[in-house]
T-cell receptor
Framework: DTAVSQTPKYLVTQMGNDKSIKCEQN?????MYWYKQDSKKFLKIMFS???????INETVPNRFSPKSPDKAHLNLHINSLELGDSAVYFC????????????FGSGTRLTVV | GNSVTQMEGPVTLSEEAFLTINCTYT??????LFWYVQYPGEGLQLLLK?????DKGSNKGFEATYRKETTSFHLEKGSVQVSDSAVYFC??????????FGAGTRLTVKP
């Protein structure tokens, strides 16, 4: 009964490849997020979607493209992967405007070689 | 913009020691404040929260009080256990749609 599930958990790929990470939540939340966590554990928001509409689009290379087919799914596609993209990517969800905090997935560790 | 600053780690304590991890924030208006915990290899879990000044959040023996006068939300626990070893993140959100995290503080508790 995983609340926020991400696939894959680990992803190792070569520079220049294109890859996708999928995220699904079964909590009935209408807002979803992608965060990037670097090797020093720093968390940076990348995108947020509310009911399939892009709300936050931080300064992220346009090689990163989120896609939300419905409010329960938010996928992240990355083109032309670079070494610096290596990180752990976390998906999260919450009800819009709710102050109870976010529910996070367990993360996808991306390693670009 | 909105941001949080938390004490740098790592923090190493012996079991049953007292824990304080400092967190201060900068924000316009009245944000909600949170502490999240990340155990090795896992995602972040909400530990506690406070939504207005003087509120105290508490969970699993951890506490933090929202201090508007000092713009702080320090995390405390009276007696830590080895199982508390993790990375702790302070965070704030104005409307829960833009959560900003501190840099994280790694806590190691030794038996």
């Amino acid at each position: 009964d995983t609340a926020v599930s991400q696939t894959p958990k680990y992803l190792v790929t070569q520079m220049g490849n294109d890859k996708s990470i999928k995220c699904e939540q079964n909590l009935g939340h209408d807002t979803m997020y992608w965060y990037k966590q670097d090797s020093k554990k720093f968390l940076k928001i990348m995108f947020s979607y509310n009911n399939k509409e892009l709300i936050i689009n931080e300064t992220v290379p346009n090689r990163f493209s989120p896609k939300s087919p419905d409010k329960a799914h938010l996928n992240l596609h990355i083109n032309s992967l670079e070494l610096g993209d290596s990180a752990v990517y976390f998906c999260a969800s919450s009800p819009w405007g709710d102050t109870r905090g976010y529910t996070f997935g367990s993360g996808t560790r991306l390693t670009v070689v | 913009g909105n941001s949080v600053t938390q004490m740098e780690g790592p923090v190493t304590l012996s079991e049953e020691a007292f824990l304080t991890i400092n967190c201060t924030y900068t924000a316009t208006g009245y944000p909600s404040l949170f502490w999240y915990v990340q155990y090795p290899g896992e995602g972040l879990q909400l530990l506690l929260k406070a939504t207005k000044a003087d509120d105290k959040g508490s969970n699993k023996g951890f506490e933090a009080t929202y201090r508007k006068e000092t713009t702080s939300f320090h995390l405390e626990k009276g007696s830590v256990q080895v199982s508390d070893s993790a990375v702790y993140f302070c965070a704030l959100s104005r409307d829960n749609n833009d959560m900003r995290f501190g840099a994280g503080t790694r806590l190691t508790v030794k038996p």
